[in-house]
């Protein structure tokens, strides 16, 4: 069983220094950034990350996050589970300086994995809590060496998200599918008629219903 706690932000560069690894549950009420995006905040993200060394020797965050969310179906607006999953493999760079002495221009453009630049979360983080995170220069206590693990874990859930979550049941908007099925079958296929459109599907509705 994972741990309940997972630190809001680590020491990068000991972990690296160490090949570390978290493995930790994380409560999706603490993800301010997902939470709009949820019909629920019951449940939490398992996470696991490993600090480590590629074959050239730069610093690799590897991992997972994975979580079951609940979602709003965009076809009957109920509340519905979606297992989410999002597998990392960064490459960790204190700032542009760092990355630009060990990688060329054209080796950057070349690499297959993404690219995680510390110094920019971090000014990103302090730009949204405002003047009184870390220092004036917008570098907290251990400069640019710190990973903030809530940030990293929002952002891969969030880029996990169905477009359009919709139940695997076509009918599960009970009063949609009626209103489908009453139409003439010769009208479905014409794009133009109530059976493709959705607007025009509701104005007969509108026009059905008891004055």
Not at 15 to 27: C, K, Q, T, V
Not at 165 to 171: N, Q, S
């Given at each position: 069983m994972l741990p309940d706690h997972l630190p809001e932000r680590v020491d990068a560069a000991k972990?690296?220094?160490?090949?570390?690894?978290?493995?930790?549950?994380?409560?999706?009420?603490?993800?301010?950034?997902?939470?709009p995006y949820l019909a629920g905040t019951d449940g939490q993200a398992e996470v696991s990350l490993k600090f480590g060394l590629d074959a050239e020797g730069r610093k690799l965050l590897s991992g997972s996050v994975v979580a079951n969310l609940d979602l709003v179906c965009q076809r009957c607006l109920?509340?519905?589970k979606v297992p989410v999953s999002s597998e990392l493999s960064l490459l960790v760079f204190n700032d542009r300086k760092e990355l630009d002495g060990q990688m060329s221009q054209q080796a950057q453009e070349n690499l297959a994995q993404d690219v995680l630049l510390l110094d920019e979360m971090q000014s990103v983080e302090v730009q949204s809590e405002g003047p009184s995170a870390g220092k004036p220069d917008g570098k907290s206590d251990k400069g640019n060496?710190?990973?903030?693990?809530?940030a990293l874990v929002e952002d891969e859930l969030i880029?996990?998200?169905p477009l359009?979550?919709?139940?695997?049941?076509?009918?599960?908007?009970?009063?949609?599918?009626?209103i489908r099925d009453q139409e003439p079958q010769e009208e479905r296929h014409d794009l133009g008629s109530s059976g493709n459109n959705?607007?025009?599907m509701l104005a007969k509705l509108k026009k059905d219903l008891p004055g």
């Open positions: 972990l690296f220094a160490r090949f570390g690894s978290i493995e930790a549950a994380l409560p999706l009420g603490r993800l301010s950034r997902l939470v109920k509340g519905m060496q710190e990973l903030d693990v809530i880029l996990s998200l359009a979550p919709m139940h695997e049941d076509v009918d599960c908007n009970k009063l949609w599918s009626r959705p607007f025009a």
